[in-house]
């Protein structure tokens, strides 16, 4: 694994951040005249207050719908490796027209979120990649639907490269990184990031969470080259699901 970094420290995110963690690994190995584009999410604020920065790469700030097209503009001006870096409310949610609109052009960015499965950055209400059941100020006595299935939205576009990764498991997370930019067209990569804060449990587990959410099979890793789709990890014994969301506060109980 590579183990350079472009996240400096003393940044101002929560302890036990799955989505610093996720930037710390992936920063590390993306070419090094990539601009960043963040629209309003955690890293908003992890990034830090101008004119100081926590990521050693030029970033643009955008509002929470127009990250997509931002990136667009900014690789057909600039002619660099451009990546969205953006939350699930971003991508799921709010933004969802103009990333459904990039991936159709195929535009030639890379589209990476990073999967905290709220909106953490206000207060961690629910977006449609809660998983059910979990419990937020927006569904206090649990959310009543399925989490969106954003990776066979995107596999209808039909866009060259997608992959899911893990912060659990950094080489495989670096390895589709790299690959994203080598390929012409429109990458989406979706990470597990948990937050301890917003799922409620202690900071020192977020990488097992994320392990454990590949281990017992909620959250697979994948990745899908030109309509080819294999899994790059498999577990060889499989975690009961159980326990992965007995870490998590937001999650009932059993009785």
């Not at 830090?48 to 700030?61: A, D, E, N, Q, T």
């Not at 994203?180 to 977020?206: Q, R, V, Y």
């Not at 975690?239 to 998590?248: A, W």
Request: hydrophobic share 40%; with cysteine.
């Amino acid at each position: 694994m590579d183990l350079r970094t472009r996240l400096e420290p003393g940044h101002p995110a929560c302890a036990g951040c799955g989505a610093a963690i996720a930037m710390k690994i992936a920063s590390a190995v993306v070419p090094s005249n990539t601009r960043v584009v963040i629209p309003a999410s955690c890293w908003s604020i992890i990034l830090g207050k101008y004119p100081f920065s926590s990521l050693k790469l030029p970033v643009i700030h955008t509002p929470f719908a127009l990250a997509s097209a931002f990136a667009t503009g900014m690789r057909a001006a600039k002619s660099v490796p451009v990546m969205v870096w953006a939350g699930d409310g971003a991508t799921y949610d709010i933004g969802f027209g103009l990333l459904s609109a990039a991936a159709e052009r195929n535009e030639d960015i890379v589209y990476v979120c990073y999967d905290n499965e709220a909106y953490m950055n206000t207060g961690g209400q629910k977006s449609s990649a809660t998983p059910k059941a979990a419990k937020t100020p927006t569904t206090p006595q649990g959310k009543e639907t399925e989490k969106k299935d954003i990776i066979a939205i995107m596999k209808a576009h039909k866009i060259p490269y997608i992959a899911t990764a893990s912060i659990a498991f950094p080489e495989d997370l670096q390895r589709k990184i790299k690959k994203a930019f080598s390929i012409k067209g429109f990458s989406f990569i979706l990470i597990h990031s948990p937050c301890p804060t917003g799922w409620k449990m202690e900071p020192s587990l977020t990488v097992k969470a994320s392990r454990m959410a590949v281990e017992s099979g909620i959250f697979k890793l994948v990745e899908i080259k030109h309509g080819q789709e294999r899994e790059t990890y498999k577990p060889t014994c499989y975690v009961n699901p159980r326990e992965y969301y007995k870490l998590q506060g937001r999650m009932p109980r059993d009785e």
